[in-house]
């Protein structure tokens, strides 16, 4: 028995030797990109983050807490989150004092006729991340552009700033009452 997250795996074998074959050459490859947060997030989390175009960021400083409407670009597989802002703000002299921020995306934007009962939340953890190489800071600036053409002048600005947060954390409230929670490594 393998204990795994709080989940229960059992193998057995009628010959030992493939039991130690299990254990000693595949179980590392199937264990180790679930033990090293490489498996997807749920789908559904995943869409809402790629099907919106605008979240809140949250920032803090001296115990201040600070909200800011931001326009963000996510990477292929939602683990990093992209936006844009001047050096000169509150916001950026936040993240600068304290890297921990969340975010709400949720899908007032994207929902169907009753989007009230239909609207999911998802409030998402991570850290702001500083500094990035000019070929990668690059290609988020393309990909923040073209999902949002409206930058191109921001962007022409010397002070324009990308933000990258690494998810640490995705709290996904579906409906009133749904809530599910899932750690990102």
Sequence with gaps: ???????????????????????????PQIFYPIMKGAVDMRGDIKKLIQENHVCVLATVSEGEPHCSLMSYVADEDCREIYMATHKDTKKYRNLAANPSVSLLIDSRETGGKDKKAETKALTVTGTFQDGMDEQRRMAVRKALLDRHPGLNEFFAD?????????????QLLDGITDAYFEKVS
């Excluded at 989940?7 to 039991?19: G, Y």
């Excluded at 010397?158 to 995705?170: F, T």
């Design 1 to 27: 028995m393998i204990y795994l997250n709080n989940s229960t795996c059992m193998f057995t074998a009628k010959n030992p030797l493939n039991l130690l074959n299990t254990f000693v050459l595949q179980l």
């Design 158 to 170: 010397p002070a324009a700033e990308i933000i990258v947060v690494k998810v640490k954390a995705l």
